[in-house]
């Protein structure tokens, strides 16, 4: 049986400083990006899904483990084509 995700209870607002600079920035899919998240005491957190202004999921994490005031930076992963041949 698979596992259900849950509803998203909790998003957490980008801080507005940050979310310009996402706009412009490619989406990883439709209508999400993927970004690394640097928080004020120096903490990282990779693989965080982004939508329309607000963090709505990170990976390993069932709740968002942040707040909006702890977020230094917001930067958009860069998605890599890998070729086989």
Known sequence: ?????????????????FVDQLKKAEETGVG???VKVKL???RFFDQ????????????????IPFAPDDVQSVIVNKCLAVVVR
């Open 40 to 42: 004020k005491d120096g």
């Open 48 to 63: 965080v899904a982004a939508s329309d202004g607000h963090i709505i999921e990170v990976r390993g994490f069932r709740d």
């Open 1 to 17: 049986m698979k596992e259900k995700r849950s509803v998203i209870k909790n998003l957490v607002p980008i801080p507005t400083s």
């Open 32 to 34: 999400y990006q993927v």
